[in-house]
């Protein structure tokens, strides 16, 4: 695993909800047609106060014996993802993911290690206050006739809790770890969801510095059911001098322009096979 330190990425991506609320009337305004010439971008947001099935098992090593909880219920569950799609109208055929954000709910499992004949077990409760994973880098994925999509990408994972009884001691554990999410994206009119998601198991262990003494290890694995899980927002007109699809045209978008010189990809605003000097003009043309 490659331990990171990261305190940005779940924040940044919530900046999505301001710029999609700002933005609707603007998407209901631009028909078809508009959608055709200045491509297409969606913000989307889980509904207030969703839940949905989440699997988590926790696993303990000790120096004396081993032990694992495993649950399977309804937790809280929020997200947020940007997305660009292509072509510049419907049907779309790839989407973009610029961002995609997840937040697991609360979590608390007993467990019992140091088991023996005589003694009998030394209870741990292990409890989770919450686990994210972000989009480690912006990927392009294909949609099937369905809208349906599997985007297997690097995510970075953190998950935050407590262990308490005989032994205890908190956790902040982060990674970087590969992740294939599956799911669809739906669109009707001026709208779109994404739905049916899927994550497959990510186990992750806590950092060592952080067990309780006698503790050698404790892994979390935990993926997410398709059930009840979804994202909503509206289809806007986007503005191709946006590269990282945040709302606004400013130094971020030329960075990314700066460093795709010379190739192709989503900094050539003109999609003339090359980012250069023209898609350096639109961009400062387009400067908020």
Same mark, same amino acid.
């Given at each position: 695993?490659?331990?990171?330190?990261?305190?940005?990425?779940? @924040?940044?991506?919530?900046?999505?909800?301001? &710029?999609?609320?700002?933005?609707? #009337? &603007? /998407? $209901?305004?631009?028909? /078809?047609?508009?959608?055709?010439?200045?491509?297409?971008?969606?913000?989307?947001?889980?509904?207030?106060?969703?839940?949905?099935?989440?699997?988590?098992?926790?696993?303990?090593?000790?120096?004396?014996? @081993? @032990?694992?909880? +495993?649950?399977?219920?309804?937790?809280?569950?929020?997200?947020?993802?940007? &997305?660009?799609?292509?072509?510049?109208?419907?049907?779309?055929?790839?989407?973009?993911?610029?961002?995609? =954000?997840?937040?697991?709910?609360?979590?608390?499992?007993?467990?019992?290690?140091?088991? =023996?004949?005589? @003694?009998?077990?030394?209870?741990?409760?292990?409890?989770?206050?919450?686990?994210?994973?972000? $989009?480690?880098?912006?990927?392009?994925?294909? #949609?099937?006739?369905?809208?349906? %999509?599997?985007?297997?990408?690097? %995510?970075?994972?953190?998950?935050?809790?407590?262990?308490?009884?005989?032994?205890?001691? =908190?956790?902040? =554990?982060?990674?970087?770890?590969?992740?294939? #999410?599956?799911?669809?994206?739906?669109? /009707?009119?001026?709208?779109?969801?994404?739905?049916? #998601?899927?994550?497959?198991?990510?186990?992750?262990?806590?950092?060592?510095?952080? $067990?309780?003494?006698?503790?050698?290890?404790?892994?979390?694995?935990?993926?997410?059911?398709?059930?009840?899980?979804?994202?909503?927002?509206?289809?806007?007109?986007?503005?191709? +001098?946006?590269?990282? +699809?945040?709302?606004?045209?400013?130094?971020?978008?030329?960075?990314?322009?700066?460093?795709?010189?010379?190739?192709?990809?989503?900094?050539?605003?003109?999609?003339?096979?090359?980012?250069?000097?023209?898609?350096?003009?639109? $961009?400062?043309? /387009?400067?908020?």
């Amino acid at each position: 695993m490659t331990t990171i330190i990261k305190t940005h990425r779940v @924040s940044r991506s919530f900046r999505a909800s301001r &710029v999609c609320c700002a933005a609707t #009337l &603007v /998407a $209901l305004a631009f028909p /078809a047609l508009a959608l055709a010439q200045s491509g297409a971008v969606w913000h989307g947001q889980t509904p207030p106060g969703l839940v949905t099935p989440i699997n988590y098992r926790v696993e303990v090593e000790s120096v004396l014996g @081993s @032990s694992q909880g +495993a649950d399977m219920e309804s937790r809280p569950f929020t997200a947020t993802s940007t &997305v660009r799609l292509q072509p510049a109208a419907p049907p779309f055929t790839t989407i973009r993911f610029v961002d995609l =954000s997840i937040q697991f709910g609360p979590g608390c499992y007993n467990l019992e290690f140091y088991c =023996s004949p005589m @003694s009998g077990c030394m209870p741990m409760t292990v409890e989770i206050e919450f686990t994210t994973m972000a $989009l480690s880098t912006p990927t392009t994925v294909t #949609l099937d006739a369905s809208g349906a %999509f599997a985007l297997a990408a690097t %995510f970075d994972v953190q998950t935050v809790g407590t262990m308490g009884g005989t032994q205890t001691g =908190s956790f902040d =554990s982060w990674g970087t770890i590969p992740i294939t #999410l599956t799911g669809r994206f739906d669109h /009707a009119d001026s709208t779109a969801t994404l739905d049916s #998601l899927f994550a497959s198991e990510f186990p992750f262990p806590a950092p060592a510095s952080t $067990l309780p003494i006698g503790v050698t290890a404790v892994t979390f694995t935990r993926f997410l059911f398709n059930k009840g899980n979804r994202l909503v927002g509206p289809l806007m007109v986007a503005d191709p +001098a946006d590269i990282n +699809a945040d709302g606004q045209v400013n130094g971020l978008d030329l960075g990314i322009l700066v460093a795709g010189w010379g190739s192709a990809g989503a900094a050539d605003i003109n999609n003339d096979g090359v980012v250069n000097g023209a898609d350096m003009g639109l $961009l400062l043309s /387009a400067w908020d």
